[in-house]
Each structure stands twice: as C-alpha cells, then as structure tokens.
C-alpha cells in the first residue's frame, strides 16, 4: 500500500487502469477531453502490477480499475466519476487540485 500512496501524491490526478479495460478507457478519455493530464498506470504493463492492484483493492477500490484519485483522495471508479460529473462537482474538484487551469 506504499507503493499506492506514493504514486498518487506524485500527480494531482492518477489512475490505475488496464489497457484491456473499456470502463477505464471512458474515464481517461473524460479526464483528457477536460484537459487534464493524469498519470495512467496501466497495471497488466507493470512489472508489480497485480501487487498494486491488491493493495488497491484492500484500500477499499472495487473493481480495482479504474480507481480515480484526485488530490491524494481516493475519488473511486467511473460510477463515482461519472457521478460527480453531472453533479458538476468533477470541474470544480480538478481546479482545486491544480489538475484544471481554466
């Protein structure tokens, strides 16, 4: 869970993903469109990959992927994204992480 906690205070947005995912495809692509840049990592690439994802899912992330943080804060996957989206809440989340200029 080190491991986890060091990647996602590195960026003000990271997801953990797996490049076979669609589910995480869409909420990269959000993300980007927004015109944020997350740092993306892509588990089933990674040599420690499935350590991470166990820590992810003992951090409460269910599925493991995508798991969306933002600002340090496990966020949670493209149900609680998505949800915060048309709450128009995600905009204002990412501007205040830094994540969003604009």
């Known amino acids: 869970m080190e491991a986890v906690t060091k990647m996602v205070s590195e960026r003000p947005v990271v997801i953990f993903s ?15 469109d927004f015109g944020v840049n997350p740092a993306v990592y892509e588990l089933d690439e990674m040599q420690r990959g499935r350590e991470i994802e166990q820590a992810l899912l003992r951090l409460g992330c269910s599925p493991s992927v995508p798991a ?6 496990f966020v949670g996957g493209a149900n609680e994204v998505m949800s915060l989206h048309l709450k128009r809440s995600l ?12």
């Open 91 to 102: 905009i204002p989340m990412l501007k205040r992480v830094g994540a969003l200029w604009v």
């Open 18 to 32: 797996k490049s076979s995912c669609c589910i995480s495809y869409s909420i990269k692509t959000l993300l980007s």
């Open 68 to 73: 969306v943080f933002i600002g340090g804060e």
